[in-house]
Every structure is written in structure tokens, then in C-alpha cells.
């Protein structure tokens, strides 16, 4: 089993930029591929960015447009996904997830996740 915890979202003006967390517990953090994912009301789960076990290669989403950019440190246990010049669009809950796949985009290949951080952007 691994617990996920996310921290970091909150409200900020278009054109900021956040910092997103999750801290991981249970096995082996450096077993699994990471990834974020998010999701806006009445919309499907869309993938964001994802990170190899090693710190490694990371994959993007369509909408990361170059903005969002996902790192890990395995020794602490925990991954971030950046997000700069954030655009109104970019609101939504931002989920970490954690799965044996590595780099996929296709949110069932996750096996463990976490319950979401708020991120709402104002124009």
C-alpha cells in the first residue's frame, strides 16, 4: 500500500504560479511512476504530467504547454509538479497518483491516490 497526501494548492491570480506536493508513505516510493492528474467539474480526469522511478524522464500532457514541469525526490518521499503562468483554465482538483506503469496517461493505470488539492485560479 502507499498513502498520498497533497499540499500546496489554494487560489491565486492568473499569471502566478504554485507549487504542488505529495508526500508518500507505505512501500517503497521509488518503486512506483508518479504522476498528476486533475480535474475541473464536470469533466474527465485529465493526465498532467508524469515521472519515472529514477529521477528520470517526465512526461506531459497536452496541457502542460510547457508551464508545468514534475519532479521527484525519491530520498524524501515525495514528488512536485510546478506550474507557472497559470491561466483561469488551469482550475481544478490536482490529484498525485502512483502506479507500477511508467509515463502512462491513461488515469485506471494508477493504482494509489490521493485525495485531491484545490487549485482555482482568478482572472
Known amino acids: 500500500q502507499v498513502q498520498l497526501v497533497e499540499s500546496g494548492g489554494g487560489l491565486v491570480t492568473a499569471g502566478g504560479s504554485l507549487r504542488l506536493s505529495c508526500a508518500a508513505s507505505?512501500?517503497?516510493?521509488?518503486?512506483?511512476?508518479m504522476a498528476w492528474f486533475r480535474q475541473a467539474p464536470g469533466t474527465e480526469r485529465e493526465f498532467v504530467a508524469a515521472i519515472s522511478r529514477s529521477v528520470g524522464t517526465s512526461y506531459y500532457g497536452g496541457s502542460a504547454e510547457g508551464r508545468f514541469r514534475i519532479s521527484r525526490d525519491n530520498a524524501k518521499n515525495t514528488k512536485s509538479l510546478q506550474i507557472d503562468s497559470l491561466k483561469p483554465e488551469d482550475t481544478a482538483v490536482y490529484y498525485c497518483a502512483a502506479g507500477l506503469k511508467i509515463g502512462s496517461s491513461y488515469w485506471l493505470d494508477y493504482n494509489y491516490w490521493g485525495q485531491g488539492t484545490q487549485v482555482t485560479v482568478s482572472s
Open positions: 507505505g512501500r517503497t516510493f521509488g518503486d512506483y511512476g
